[in-house]
Antibody
Framework: EVQLVESGGGLVQPGGSLRLSCAAS????????MHWVRQAPGKGLEYVSA????????YYANSVKGRFTISRDNSKNTLYLQMGSLRGEDMAVYYC???????????WGQGTLVTVSS | EIVLTQSPATLSLSPGERATLSCRAS??????LAWYQQKPGQAPRLLIY???NRATGIPARFSGGGSGTDFTLTISSLEPEDFAVYYC??????????FGQGTRLEIK
């Protein structure tokens, strides 16, 4: 069974940093591109970042470029999102999602909440 | 960046009725459009990919259509569990992948 489990969310002050993790199981993690998608409270879905299966290519939404870094450790079946210079508008539930053979997000984690507040 | 506009914002229907949700792209996305369902407190679930292909385990009452800039998600006969928020998403011209703002399907 495919499982994606995010962790690392929590309360952080504006300007602070946080690292999210997404532990994958039930599939060959190193064969799939992965994305981070976020959802602010009561709002819609927003693409944040993407990484290729081998980690060689990364992409970022303009809203996080230069502040967030996506990475992966295929030996640990884990995806990461290092977030820095956090702002109020970064407050959201962060989901990791697998990019399936269809090119769409076929599996999602349950999400981890990031709260940015002083 | 391709903008996806979903309509209506809210759709009020009764169980057993037919639901038709729309998604319009600001430029052609070919058939690279997906639909997701999200229930409160849950992650999104993939329903339809590449405009008209049902994802694994999705009931046949869900169908997708369209190409280019205009797409529809149809639920042929609403079940109680279908009341949720639905998002369209394009992957034609990325980065960035973009999502529509969502359509809330509520019980009338």
């Amino acid at each position: 069974e495919v499982q994606l489990v995010e962790s690392g969310g929590g309360l952080v002050q504006p300007g602070g940093s946080l690292r999210l993790s997404c532990a994958a199981s039930g599939f060959t993690f190193s064969s799939y591109a992965m994305h981070w998608v976020r959802q602010a409270p009561g709002k819609g879905l927003e693409y944040v970042s993407a990484i290729s299966s081998n980690g060689g290519s990364t992409y970022y939404a303009n809203s996080v470029k230069g502040r967030f870094t996506i990475s992966r450790d295929n030996s640990k079946n884990t995806l990461y999102l290092q977030m820095g210079s956090l702002r109020g508008e970064d407050m959201a539930v962060y989901y990791c999602a697998r990019v399936g053979g269809s090119g769409s997000h076929d599996y999602w984690g349950q999400g981890t909440l990031v709260t940015v507040s002083s | 960046e391709i903008v996806l506009t979903q309509s209506p914002a809210t759709l009020s229907l009764s169980p057993g009725e037919r639901a038709t949700l729309s998604c319009r792209a600001s430029q052609s996305v070919s058939s690279y459009l997906a639909w997701y369902q999200q229930k409160p407190g849950q992650a999104p679930r993939l329903l339809i990919y590449d405009a008209s292909n049902r994802a694994t385990g999705i009931p046949a009452r869900f169908s997708g259509g369209g190409s280019g800039t205009d797409f529809t998600l149809t639920i042929s006969s609403l079940e109680p569990e279908d009341f949720a928020v639905y998002y369209c998403q394009q992957r034609s011209n990325w980065p960035p992948i973009t999502f529509g703002q969502g359509t809330r399907l509520e019980i009338k």
